[in-house]
Structure formats: structure tokens, C-alpha cells
């Protein structure tokens, strides 16, 4: 089935729908997700929204938080402009009515997080703030945005000029095909490439895959946030323990009650997450089990009803004090390079969100700033486009020769282990090496017809490449900086922190900006 209309959107987090919502003020929208609307890593999202929101916090703490947590690998604009646009996009949501926690003066609860130097953290429902915030941009999406549940986006197209045109889906029966005048990527992560994730289990970074594919570039796939405290029972990952726990008074303890972090770090168990999910990987691989101690927390089923309720769920008693935890993957800081407005190095295909790599997220995630990432530039991308937005002439795809598809892959469950133990929370060349020789080549993937796949099949393709992006790219940076912690080069280097590791079209070359300089040129004079 053929359809065509102003703008698709893959994926069905907080950047798709609040792009959908904006972008519905003057275009027609269609989103297309691979699975139900709700079941995204944003609907699951424990933490709050990171926003300048009191008198005695500043946006230059803000940002100065965010270059540290990164450790300086960033893109200091799009930094400045998440900050600044985000305090206004945040402030302005909230007088829209999105309820947000309430001190009982009346004035915005704030949490602090890890590596934050001021509370700042905006939370609806608790740890619930990543549910009441796709509740609240639903509610508010128009007639106009049409959502196509349960396809799976396997193709972009894209016409003679090299401009995105659509992208080909599959559903259960049939195959479909959207053409658009733009297309948007805003598919989330690829935590669900490791064993041990906090993630939704399907989130396998299929639009990186899909966006390689194409042809456009992708970067800093080798920084994996690992989260230091994911419920941990019975040899698996149950969801997700908050930050935000440790903020209200929580820490880290092993099976005699010792602190871990005390000593580690000046700011102890709200270090930033590299290093506290270091601490507990060498912990647990000593042998020793680790927790987190709630114990000093008053109300603790109060203020946060959603790990209560995991908790119970799986047999642990809040009362014991106690909750058993382990690292595991949880927020991918590469993907599809784009600016701030979304726009990618191929005409008419935007990226926002956690595909997206805008450089605001550095070597490590700063907590909290993912949702303010996804309602920030999802608002400026879309507002772009309201603004500057032109229509498709050409709908004429390119049909490119292709080779027939002769892969031998691992299963889903293998490759998320071999990648938790090889290209997981610390690299090695050895272990990297052994990963690559075990996963397809980022040379030969682009050049095969995947036509005669099923959706399971091409999904599993799509978990191929993205992983071989990860390793190939964690074997490039020779150095330890941020999530990116190499046994073999244990040191931050002076020269690789501007450097960003660039996979397009079967290549992968270092090079010392994001941007291309005739990329960078065209985002310049459009702005201008």
C-alpha cells in the first residue's frame, strides 16, 4: 500500500510526538511505530526533565555540568542552545498545564542527580515523569497526525538528488510505502544490544541502522551509558532503580553494608554515571553482590511508587532496606549526526532524540537531559520546519543494484551477550577484535538485498550493524574517556576529545568536527 503526505515520523517517544504535535499545526503527519505507541524506553523513563527553572540555579551551571559530564567531548553550541532553549520549552509546557510534582507551598518539586551541582530535575508522578510526559503530548496531538502501529520501518528512499523521499514498512501482512516530503528518525536508542539493559526489550537502534544504510553519517557510537543500578534478580535485569533515589539520600553498599562510592569521588554515590557503574562492575566482578541502601529514605513508597511496585513485583521487600542492583546499557550518546534542528547529511531526513547525535551528550550522558533533549529539539526541529518547510517534487525512488544476502547471524540472545561481555562497560583490543570478526562488515552490509527478509530477520540485520558500528568504533578511540573505558588505554588522550569517529557509506574516517565544514556552512546560512 503506497501513501503519501507531508511528513512521517518513525518512532513513538517523547521526540517523535512532540515534533508530531508541532508539526501538525500546518502539516499532515503520519507515525509509524514498531510496536504499540506506549511501549518505548520514554514511557519507562524513571528520572525527570534537567531545566533551569529557580532564581539561585543558572544556565552557565547548567551547561557547565553537561561539558563535565561528557568530559568535554561535545558540540558546545548545540550544548548552550539544549540549555537555554530548553529552559523556555520546559517553562513553557508547564504553564500549558503538564503537572508536575508539587512542593506543598505550591512551588516545582526539584530532585538532584548525579553530577548536577543544583536541583533541577522536574518530575511528574514520582519516578513516573517519562509515562505523565507521553501521556500529556498525546493527549495533546491533533486530528492531523495519523499513528500506524506495529511497522516495522526497513528502507529509506531516497530520489535522484540524494533527498530522502520515504521510507518502506512491513506489518504482520503486508508491506507499505510512505512518501513525504521530509522524514524524521526519532526511533530511540540501542540498549536491548546488551544482555543487561534498562531499556524497552526492542530497543535495538534500528534507525542508526536504517540511517547507515541510506548512506548518512553516523558518529559516537562507541559512548554506551551504562546505569549503575538496574533491579538486578536472579542472574537478570528487572528494570530500572533512579538516580533520583540516591538524590532523595539512597547508596551504594556491598553485602557488609560498606559504602562504595565514599572515597571514590567528591560527589560519592552522585558521581556521574560512568564512574559509579564502573565502581559497580568492579565490584561484582570481584564476586561481591551490590545494593542500593534505601534505608534513610522516609516515604519511600511515596516518592517513588513505580519502583515500589518493581520491587514487589519481583519478591524484594522495601522494608529489608535493600535493593539488589547491577549496571547495565542504558543511553546510547552517538547515532545519526544532526544538528539542532534535526538535519542530517542527507537533504529531507531529520533526526532527533537519542538516534540523533548532536553532540549535546558528549562522552557521557549528563542525567536527566534526554527528555529534555527529546521536548526541546523536537520543538525546534519541528518549528524549523513550519518556518522553512518546502514541498517534494521529485517522488522518483532510485533503485540501487544490490547483491544477493548471504550473512550467517547470531542469534538475538547470543549477540546481546557476546556484546555485554565484549563491548560492554570495559574494552579491550582483544576482546573488540574477537567481537568484529564475529559481527558483518560496516563495508559489505550496504551492498546487500534484504528484500526477501521477513521483519524478524531484518531487525536481526539491523541489531548487526549497529553493533558493528559500536565495536568498530570502540576500537578506533584508543583512550578511556567518559562511558568509553578501554583496559588497554587507560587514559583520557589530549588529541582524540574533539575527534569524533565518522561511519558513512562503508567508510569510517576520524575527523575534528562533527560537521563537515560545507555541512556546517549549509545549517549557518539556513539559520541565518
Not at 146 to 155: G, R
Amino acid at each position: 500500500m503506497n501513501i503519501k503526505t507531508d511528513i512521517v515520523i518513525i518512532g513513538s517517544g517523547v521526540a517523535a510526538l512532540q515534533a508530531a504535535r508541532v508539526l501538525s499545526q500546518r502539516f499532515d503527519v503520519h507515525l509509524v511505530t514498531k510496536s504499540e505507541i506506549t511501549n518505548g524506553s520514554s514511557y519507562k523513563a524513571q528520572g525527570g526533565i534537567a531545566a533551569v527553572t529557580r532564581e539561585d540555579d543558572h544556565i552557565s551551571y547548567h551547561i557547565s555540568d553537561t561539558l563535565m559530564a561528557g568530559e568535554h567531548h561535545h558540540t558546545e553550541q548545540n550544548v548552550e542552545t539544549l540549555v537555554i532553549q530548553g529552559k523556555e520549552t520546559i517553562k513553557q509546557m508547564i504553564n500549558e498545564s503538564f503537572p508536575t510534582d508539587r512542593t506543598p507551598d505550591g512551588s516545582i518539586s526539584l530532585g538532584l542527580e548525579g553530577a548536577h551541582s543544583k536541583p533541577r530535575i522536574v518530575h511528574s508522578g514520582g519516578d513516573a515523569t517519562g509515562k505523565a510526559l507521553v501521556d500529556y503530548l498525546l493527549t495533546n496531538l491533533s486530528e492531523k497526525v495519523h499513528i500506524h502501529s506495529f511497522e516495522f520501518a526497513f528502507e529509506l528512499l531516497l530520489n535522484q538528488a540524494g533527498e530522502c523521499i520515504g521510507v518502506k514498512t512491513k506489518t504482520e501482512n503486508q508491506e507499505n510505502c510512505y512518501f513525504a516530503s521530509y522524514v524524521i528518525l526519532a526511533t530511540g536508542g540501542a540498549g536491548a544490544l546488551y544482555a543487561c539493559t534498562s531499556n524497552v526489550s526492542n530497543s535495538y537502534g534500528d534507525g542508526i541502522a536504517l540511517a547507515y544504510l541510506a548512506g548518512a553519517e553516523i558518529a559516537d557510537m562507541e559512548f554506551i551509558q551504562f546505569h549503575p543500578s538496574l533491579l538486578y534478580i536472579d542472574g537478570k535485569s528487572r528494570g530500572l532503580v533512579s538516580e533520583a533515589v540516591r538524590g532523595e539520600g539512597g547508596y551504594f553498599v556491598d553485602d557488609n553494608g560498606r559504602k562504595i562510592m565514599q572515597g571514590i569521588h567528591p560527589l560519592g554515590d552522585l558521581a556521574p554515571r560512568h564512574i559509579t557503574a564502573y565502581e559497580m562492575y568492579k565490584e561484582r566482578a570481584k564476586g561481591n553482590n551490590v545494593y542500593v541502601d534505601i534505608s534513610e529514605i522516609n516515604h519511600f513508597e511515596d516518592k517513588f511508587p513505580t519502583i515500589t511496585k518493581l520491587c514487589e513485583e519481583h519478591g524484594v521487600s522495601i522494608n529489608e532496606g535493600r535493593i539488589p542492583i547491577a549496571p547495565g546499557s542504558h543511553f546510547l550518546m552517538g547515532g545519526v549526526v544532526a544538528d539542532c534542528y534535526g538535519r542530517t547529511s542527507i537533504p529531507r531526513l531529520l533526526a532527533v532524540g537519542e538516534v540523533a547525535c548532536t553532540g549535546v551528550h558528549g562522552a557521557n550522558r549528563l542525567a536527566s537531559n534526554s527528555l529534555l533533549e527529546g521536548v526541546t529539539f523536537g520543538k525546534l526541529m519541528a518549528e524549523n520546519l513550519l518556518t522553512n518547510g518546502t514541498i517534494q517534487q521529485n517522488f522518483q525512488p532510485v533503485k540501487q543494484q544490490k547483491k544477493p544476502f548471504h550473512l550467517n547471524l547470531l542469534s538475538v540472545r547470543t549477540l546481546q551477550n557476546k556484546m555485554l561481555e565484549l563491548a560492554g562497560i570495559v574494552r579491550d583490543s582483544e576482546g573488540l577484535q574477537s567481537l568484529i570478526k564475529q559481527l558483518p562488515s560496516f563495508k559489505i552490509v550496504r551492498t546487500l538485498n534484504t528484500d526477501s527478509l521477513c521483519r524478524n530477520e531484518l531487525e536481526l540485520f539491523f541489531m548487526h550493524i549497529t553493533a558493528t558500528l559500536i565495536a568498530n568504533a570502540a576500537l578506533a578511540r584508543t583512550e578511556s574517556r567518559g562511558a568509553h573505558i578501554r583496559k588497554d588505554y587507560k587514559e583520557i588522550s589530549k588529541t582524540l576529545g574533539k575527534q569524533w569517529i565518522i561511519f558513512s557509506k562503508g567508510t569510517m574516517n576520524v575527523r575534528d568536527n562533527l560537521y563537515e565544514h560545507n555541512q556546517t556552512r549549509r545549517y549557518v546560512k539556513a539559520v541565518l
